[in-house]
């Protein structure tokens, strides 16, 4: 897809990937970027700063995703490209309460859910549109230290895979990028595990959406080792397993 003077929502776009997407699209020719995250004060400075329009937004709530999608195609008219970026890491082992993976389901789920179900019904009757989430390698292989992570990013990853094949041949364009390290404020603690292949810049990451957009690649990999970890796990599941047992003994404290 050429995005020039398309209109574009990017959600956590505040921060970290979402704004370097932001910048990246402004940059690009998108007609109108509209900046959307929880921090609503943030977001209208990254869309000051482009020349876009920014949103406070809850996207763990279906009720927010609708009125941004209805304020930004009643504002701008139809969206053409929807980045469900926001995402959060929350939680960690099996006795974490209920509370934690309600949380965490909800923002790395369930806010790509909503987002589809109000915009490809939409994007359909105008013609196709594109949509393109953030997961993570994690949904992918699998997260050390955080099961709450590793379900709902793999959950992800489904999601737009069921998207792609069942609306694919009628328009709906689908990518969903999975990093492993970004330097973000995720991570400002320490990569742990994640980095294991190095920290890319949130750039490194705007840089490898734009090149899946205009090549309407599904899977997009800023590390690019995450290909042959899938191959390795998708040849060997048991061999991948006892690897990654022992990946974690390394980043893992005994008593976790």
Known sequence: MDITNKIAVVTGGASGIGRAVCERFAREGVKKVIVADLNGDGAKKVADDIGGWGIGVDV?????????????????????????????????????????????????????????????????????????????????????????????????????????????????????????????????????????DGMLEPEDAAEAVMQAIENETFLILPHQEVAEYIKRKTSDYDRWLKGMRRLQAQYVMPEQ
């Open 60 to 196: 763990s709530n279906e009720a927010d995703i609708i009125n941004l999608i209805e304020e930004t195609e009643t504002r701008f008219g139809p969206i053409d490209v929807f980045f469900s970026n926001a995402g959060i890491g929350l939680g960690r082992g099996l006795d974490e309460p209920n509370e934690v993976w309600d949380k965490i389901w909800a923002v790395n789920t369930m806010s790509h859910v909503y987002a589809a179900r109000h915009l490809v019904p939409r994007m359909i009757k105008r013609g196709g549109g594109y949509l393109l989430s953030t997961s993570s390698a994690a949904g992918l292989l699998s997260q050390i230290g955080s099961v709450t992570y590793a379900v709902t990013k793999h959950a992800a990853v489904a999601l737009a895979e069921w998207i792609s094949i069942t609306h694919g041949d009628q328009g709906i364009r689908v990518s969903v990028l999975c990093p492993q390290a970004v330097r973000t404020a995720m991570t400002a603690g320490g990569a742990g595990v994640a980095g294991v």
